[in-house]
């Protein structure tokens, strides 16, 4: 069963950078699409990045131009990196795999928190 694992949060002050990273126990070559979503409180989770196998991304306008998204198979892992942070990124990010419905493939993991503020 495959399990994510989250990590690479914490505080930072606006304009800040932070690079997330998602460890997916299990091979990535059998993974199409991986995705990174954030939540923040009081609000629904949502999709802000994702990345196919062949390294097409796709991007939320919220954070277009400031993240970056990129997977390294060899060693199953899915980075974020976030650049020019705002307190409005202030949320818990969490790593899957989005099916076509948009339903997440597995199951959550713990996510990782991302606070920006002075």
């Known amino acids: 069963q495959v399990q994510l694992v989250e990590s690479g949060g914490g505080l930072v002050q606006p304009g800040g950078s932070l690079r997330l990273s998602c460890v997916v126990t299990g091979s990535l070559l059998n993974i199409y699409i991986m995705a990174w979503y954030r939540q923040a409180p009081g609000k629904q989770r949502e999709l802000v990045a994702s990345?196919?196998?062949?390294?097409?991304?796709d991007f939320a306008d919220s954070v277009k131009g400031r993240f970056t998204i990129s997977r390294d198979n060899a060693r199953n892992t899915v980075y974020l990196q976030m650049n020019s942070l705002k307190p409005e990124d202030t949320a818990v990010y969490y790593c899957?795999?989005?099916?076509?419905?948009?339903?997440?493939?597995?199951?959550w993991g713990q996510g990782t928190q991302v606070t920006v503020s002075s």
């Open positions: 899957n795999s989005p099916l076509s419905g948009g339903s997440p493939r597995f199951s």
């Open positions: 990345i196919t196998i062949g390294g097409s991304t």
